[in-house]
């Protein structure tokens, strides 16, 4: 007599109702990272990779928007230096939630500075993730950049 197993029971997953978990706490970094990344995709399979930053950028603040995740487009932040306060020094494209950075690019190759200024931006805001899509690529998954500060504190 043959004995049949059981199906493992799976763990139900978390569920994620836009910018709020079911505890109605703010969406964790992974899961709105996972949601840029398919919208990114989304996005360059509709458009295609030959826009301006602009287009898409407008386009994912809009894709953002209609899901209720809070979205800041065009932000700028000061910078302290010793006594001299330096305002608008930077600007992000987008800010996610308020912890996650989010740069647009549209360029081929894209050059390794654009690296080091998402890291200077996150660790100046003390945030902890940050990414780059590069939508002049042929596939979407070739632009997509993930960029951490190991400094900023875990939120």
Known sequence: MSRTKRPKK??????????LSENNYPM?????IRIVIGLAIKIHNHIGPGCFEKVYEEILYYELSKLDIEVKRQVFFPIKYE????????????LIEDKLVVELKSVEPLPPVYFQQ????LSLLQI???MILNFKTALMKDGIYRIYNNKAPNI
């Open 118 to 121: 998402i890291k200077s931006q």
């Open 28 to 32: 964790e970094v992974e899961a709105l």
């Open 128 to 130: 902890r993730n940050g």
């Open 83 to 94: 006594g001299l306060l330096i305002r608008n020094a930077y600007k992000l494209d987008l």
């Open 10 to 19: 799976c763990k139900k997953p978390k569920k994620i109702i836009f910018g």
